[in-house]
């Protein structure tokens, strides 16, 4: 699979939706299916993935040892396996399929040829 990397500009776009903040990342064709990026916002790496189910957004650290990996990881359905470790994630709720713990989810949004992503929130905690 294809990654890339991007980087949130300080500048960049911000929209609300119901309730959350959403920053523009990307064109939308930059990302096509099949593929998988990684977005540095606010401190964190969050991993981007466009399959044919839709756009979702994890936690880029696997919870086996919070190496920064899962989007270089093998798309299964609507999981991820990590590439190192193996273990597995519901790209739609970031709990663990295979191995344990979770990883946070981030929405997504599409919207006038644009990928906005979900600021990550300080209340997140490991498990």
């Given amino acids: 699979m294809t990654v890339r990397v991007f980087r949130i500009e300080e500048d960049a776009e911000e929209i609300t939706y119901q309730g ?12 096509p299916p099949g593929t998988a990026a990684v977005v540095h916002v606010d ?5 981007l993935f466009h399959c044919h189910e839709g756009v979702f957004a994890l936690g880029n650290r696997c919870a086996h040892q919070h190496v920064s990996v899962l989007a270089d990881g093998v798309l299964e359905g609507l999981s991820v ?3 190192r ?5 519901d790209l739609r709720t970031g709990k663990a ?13 599409p919207q ?3 990928f ?6 300080q209340s997140w905690q490991w498990s």
């Fill in 116 to 121: 906005y992503v979900e600021r990550p929130t």
């Fill in 97 to 109: 399929v295979e191995g344990s713990g979770c990883v946070p989810v981030y929405g997504v949004l």
């Fill in 20 to 31: 959350r903040q959403y920053v523009r990342l990307c064109p939308v064709e930059a990302v």
């Fill in 43 to 47: 401190g964190e790496d969050v991993a």
């Fill in 85 to 89: 470790h193996g273990w597995r994630y």
């Fill in 81 to 83: 396996r990590c590439p």
């Fill in 112 to 114: 006038g040829g644009w």
